[in-house]
């Protein structure tokens, strides 16, 4: 920085593909500042730096900053500075600040542009971390597969020319790809590249003709490169694209997506290039699911379920038992259930298993060095999730460990009710999920009670577990309304969190589905997908109405039929118990 003459250097959580979850290649921030959390920006100047992060990592960042000299800021907190207006604040007209371009979308880049801009700062296009990095990881080099033809419930020549129809409607004759979800999902093809996440390090470029998937070389095999070749597809070298955009006509039209490609991969994209801004379209085709895909979806989720009442049935047992396990044991013997399933791939993230005080924390995860031993009372918090190659997983149980304070059940079913009255919900064609957003929160509202984060997240098809562009969560100001569609996959996870004490989050996962129509218009609804009782030994049934009591029959109804034929012994007792109506 002080050879460069720059005052600040903003280390964001980026890749060139602007992905959510990164390769190790990418975490520069991580390996910056030791903090592991999958969100956050790292500003350092000549004598400060500053971890800006979200509520769900203030006391994880506090703990692994500490000795560090880096201060923890907490963003969306009441009279605390994001980093940009820190920036602002702190250092004088003039100076001069850089950010890496393969860690800046062109998005990015004018909005960080005009914020520093407004200060009199300017901004510098540098990869300054990669400069003292002298450790740092190779690309990844994990085969890339493909994803099996009875589950893909597609072909790439279809996905292939829908996409160009798409280009056709936007003028394009050239489109860029970067996103990694998209890539995979065009391609049909499935990687391990990012934890958790089945997707591969890669650019697409599409013309009229002819495809070109840029990879590192050795990942595809010899066979499956004479698959995708047969499709239209033909593969390069991963550093190529450059060259390729380098060398593209004065009369092309490139569309790419300003939030999901990198600076430094457009820098030698041409100046007559017209470039055509706008979401890939591959974005929202993925979103919705097929009805081929839904079936086997709920097939995993009925695998998924049994694992899990094995998995629970089996913690609840020893912990009453008097056994010792820690919230280690519950990510194994969780992972290790499913991993008794057929076409199970792995977790579909960091399993969160918080117990009583651990489940206040939204993103906690315990390590070798902070995790709570287990005891026969209080609520356990278990957030987890499973890829399949038929779909991909995600849900959230609380289960009462022993005996529980009236303070902990009244908790436990005003979540539940925010959680069944949307997944009840009714609503017009076109609404978004920020439309819908306080259904869920209305019972928490009534007792004077909110949580920080989103309602429900879209989810990928044995693709990322978090998907766009769909959502549920409070409106912002100008922030998009995408109407759910039918198809449509989307958690519904109401929580609610006491610092020091107990975290409640409810978590199923529902498609949206087409409901009767009236003279009103078109309607849509949820259908639950997620199959796995809910615990009823802490719930205070007086606090639900009549309708979400029967909801809540009904679906343990459905939940014990599906899954009692893939359960025997003490598992089937155990649904049978949990499953059990509440009139009983």
């Known amino acids: 920085m002080q050879a460069a003459g720059i005052a600040a250097c903003i280390v964001p959580t980026a890749d060139p593909h602007l992905s959510e979850y990164l390769p190790a290649h990418w975490k520069a921030r991580e390996w910056l500042s030791g903090f592991t959390g999958s969100a956050g920006t790292l500003v350092v100047t000549a004598d400060a730096a500053g971890l800006w992060t979200d509520s769900r990592y203030f006391e994880q960042a506090e703990r692994e900053l500490q000795g560090s000299g880096i201060a923890l800021m907490k963003q969306r907190v009441p009279h605390a500075p994001e980093h940009l207006t820190w920036l602002g604040e702190y250092l004088q007209r003039g100076a001069r600040v850089a950010v890496a371009p393969d860690m800046l979308s062109p998005a990015g880049e004018r909005q960080l542009r005009a914020a520093l801009q407004a200060a009199g700062i300017a901004l510098e296009l540098q990869d300054l971390p990669a400069m003292v990095w002298s450790d740092r990881p190779a690309l990844p080099d994990a085969p890339i597969l493909q994803h099996a033809p009875r589950f893909a419930c597609a072909t790439r020549a279809q996905r292939l020319a829908d996409l160009r129809r798409q280009m056709q409607r936007t003028g394009a004759t050239h489109h860029l790809v970067s996103s990694l979800d998209d890539i995979a999902w065009i391609t049909l093809l499935r990687g391990g590249d990012v934890e958790y996440n089945p997707v591969f390090v890669a650019h697409l470029l599409l013309d009229a003709r002819q495809a070109t998937l840029f990879v590192t070389p050795g990942k595809i095999d010899t066979a499956l490169a004479g698959a995708l070749r047969e499709d239209g597809i033909v593969l390069a070298d991963y550093a190529g694209i450059a ?34 801004e706008a979401d890939n379209p591959s974005t929202a085709a993925k979103a919705v699911k097929s009805s081929g895909e839904l079936a086997h979806w709920r097939e995993v989720m009925a695998r998924d379920g049994a694992a899990l009442v094995r998995a629970f049935r089996q913690i609840d047992a020893r912990v009453r038992a008097g056994q010792r396990l820690t919230e280690l044991d519950v990510d194994a013997i969780v992972t290790g259930e499913r991993a008794r399933e057929d076409d199970f791939a792995g977790p579909s993230f960091a399993t969160i298993a918080g117990y009583a005080a651990n489940g206040a924390l939204p993103h906690y995860r315990a390590s070798a060095g902070h995790h709570a031993t287990l005891a026969p009372r209080g609520l356990l918090l278990v957030d987890s999730g499973g890829q399949y190659a038929g779909g991909t997983t995600d849900i959230t149980r609380v289960w009462a460990l022993g005996e529980t304070s009236a303070q902990e059940r009244d908790d436990f079913t005003r979540v539940l009710a925010g959680m069944i009255a949307l997944s009840r919900a009714r609503f017009p064609a076109g609404a978004s999920g920020p439309q819908l957003d306080a259904l869920a929160r209305a019972p928490l509202w009534a007792a004077g009670c909110d949580y920080g984060h989103g309602t429900g997240h879209g989810v990928g098809y044995f693709l990322n577990v ?14 998009s309304l995408v109407a ?18 107990h975290g409640v989050r409810h978590e199923n996962l529902a498609a949206t589905r087409t409901a009767p129509s009236s003279e009103f218009g078109e309607f849509l609804e949820f259908e639950t997908l997620t199959l796995c009782p809910i615990d009823t030994r802490p719930l205070q049934p007086q606090l639900l109405d009549a309708d979400a009591r029967a909801w809540l029959d009904a679906y343990h109804a459905r939940v014990r039929e599906t899954l009692a034929p893939r359960l025997s012994g003490a598992d089937r007792d155990w649904l049978d118990a949990r499953c059990a109506p509440l009139a009983a």
């Open 243 to 276: 060259d390729a955009l380098g060398t593209l006509p004065a009369d092309a039209r490139l569309l790419l997506d300003p939030a999901r490609v990198a600076v430094a991969t457009l820098a030698a994209v041409p100046a007559d290039v017209c470039r055509i």
């Open 466 to 479: 978090h998907e766009g562009p769909h959502g549920i969560r409070p409106p912002m100001p100008g922030g």
């Open 484 to 501: 759910l569609q039918p198809g449509m996959v989307t958690s519904i996870e109401p929580g609610l969190y006491r610092a020091g004490r």
